[in-house]
């Protein structure tokens, strides 16, 4: 697990031994506030949040920064969102060019020698490699990659390209939620074992979710779902067998070029696909115009969480409640799942 400040850094290059994160910390830290005493973590992304709320429980506070109906992959902050950071104890953040902000706002808190401790919450997890073409998995005709802009945005990604999205699989949910707890445990060891308690009580959740999709994929009739987005949904595909067809790559900002709607209309012919899957939190444009194009019957919502629509925020939902109701009834009917 990364927990990490400037100060923890400057100690080990310096020599120093046997470096944790206790001495990192100093005294009180500035999230620390005088009306609830309780330590605070603010999170990048919503996923992100919502595991660090369920490992707090009611001895600490974990906010989102991303606002409602907001995208997390695009979203750029206020000038108010640093001072935020700047005053709680965690700052909790993906991997590295996942949200260029977050990596700023680290650069930032390094430069400042700020009492922030940074949690990298994919930091133990095994993450996907992406092709060359952006895609975190091969296409069946490769013909996307030989689309000349493909190849011209690929060159321009460079080496190390990862699939972020590792949150659609539960069991490395189960691992972000370790690492937060770890990170609770070391700015709060006065409630070590209510951390402990939380995470084992969300562990148990994520390991429910995670069976009750496997037991409801079981009886499918189908192995292909055709996502007209981003490829968001290869961590998805891994941990339940499925063969996911998406529109465009990794970067969810990335427009469908002719040479994709026409290799998602092949990919709908080729599999008899009924239903046209597509994010809540992006335009489902190209996925209404394939169905109106083709056989294809309707569009179903199926999203890699990226934010929090004013309907989940107003059902109180959290990650767990959104692939559950929202994600899994799609993949039954779009697999033919009885």
Known sequence: MRL?????FLAAVSGAAGVTLAGCLGGESPGQGADSG???ATA????FGDVAAHVAGDDATAETLVPVGQHGHGWEPGPDVQGRILESDLFVHGMPSFQPWADDVLTSLAADDADVVSVDVSADIDLHEATDDGHAHDDEDGDHTDDDEADANASERGPG???????MDPRNVVTATETLRDAFQAVDEANADAYAANADAYRDSLLALDSTIATTLESRERDVILVAGHDAFGY???RYDIDVVALTGLAPDDAPSPRDIERAQATIEEHG???VL??????DRAATQLVAETDAEAVLPLTSIPGLTSEWREAEWGYID???ETNLPSLRTALDAR
């Open 236 to 238: 998805l595909a891994d």
């Open 4 to 8: 990490q400040t400037r100060r923890a």
């Open 38 to 40: 309780q330590r605070v």
């Open 44 to 47: 990048s992304f919503f996923v």
């Open 322 to 324: 959104i692939v559950r």
């Open 161 to 167: 390209l990862v699939d972020p999205h590792f949150w």
């Open 278 to 283: 597509a994010d809540p939190l992006e335009s």
């Open 273 to 275: 696909i009924r239903h």
